[in-house]
């Protein structure tokens, strides 16, 4: 747990609408005065720049990428995020943080192929966020949205990405276990996609919630 601010990770398979959210998130925070920023994982580091080159090629080692993500982690805690500073030095600071992903994917993805408490041993110097925002969307309707936008990395095919949403139900679920705020949001109703404003007021309310209730 953060101690002056609040650490909001955003967490789900590739499509989910991580980037969306979370910046919307920031913006709607913002409007309302809170001090906030945004910052994503894998980072612009050297190292997160090794990651996305590595996440090009047809096979991966789970383990080797488990470490980098850790070390790139780490990085951004200590050493540089997209609000200028270490994610650590901003939250001493007193801002709500908001994460375009977190340690919580390393266990999911990584978990294809690498020990999930092991994967947990090498992340344990990454504090606990305070609030997981999970959303929740079909891997078949996550996949569409990425190819229609993108090359694909390493994950995303949808036997993999079927395979780290069901790691993620687990993970996320013993994080709640530890204390950590849970919100889970579904992107698909009845079989039908819910809009971006729809889902974001969801987690602008949700959300808020939690920080009025520190
Ligand atoms: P991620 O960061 O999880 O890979 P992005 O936010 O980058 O996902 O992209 C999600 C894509 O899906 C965007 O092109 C967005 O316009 C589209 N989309 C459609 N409906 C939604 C929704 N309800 N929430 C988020 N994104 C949506
Ligand atoms: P992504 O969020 O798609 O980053 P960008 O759009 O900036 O390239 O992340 C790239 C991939 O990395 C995605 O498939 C999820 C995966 N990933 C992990 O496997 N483990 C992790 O710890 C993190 C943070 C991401």
């Given at each position: 747990m953060s101690s002056k601010g609040v650490l909001v990770a955003f967490e789900g398979?590739?499509?989910?609408?991580l980037t969306t959210h979370s910046r919307l998130l920031v913006y709607k925070l913002r409007e309302a005065g809170y001090r906030v920023g945004y910052s994503k994982e894998p980072t612009w580091s050297p190292i997160g720049a090794l990651i996305r080159e590595l996440l090009l090629?047809?096979?991966?080692?789970h383990e080797i990428l488990a470490l980098l993500y850790a070390a790139d982690r780490l990085w951004h805690l200590r050493v540089h995020s997209c609000l200028g500073v270490g994610l650590l030095k901003a939250l001493e600071e007193g801002y709500i943080v908001v994460l375009d992903r977190y340690k919580y994917s390393s266990m999911a993805y990584q978990s294809l192929g690498a020990p999930v408490e092991w994967i947990e041993a090498i992340n344990s110097r990454a504090l606990e966020a305070d609030i997981i925002v999970y959303l929740d969307v079909p891997p078949e309707v996550a996949l569409n949205r990425v190819k229609a936008r993108r090359i694909t990395y390493y994950y995303e095919t949808l036997e993999r990405l079927r395979k780290v949403k069901e790691a993620f139900e687990t993970i996320l679920g013993r994080a709640e276990a530890r204390g950590v705020r849970l919100v889970r949001i579904k992107g698909v109703e009845n079989g039908v996609e819910r809009s971006i404003e729809e889902v974001g007021r969801e987690v602008y309310g949700e959300v808020k919630k939690h920080i009025e209730g520190r």
């Open positions: 398979i590739d499509g989910s609408g090629q047809p096979t991966v080692d």
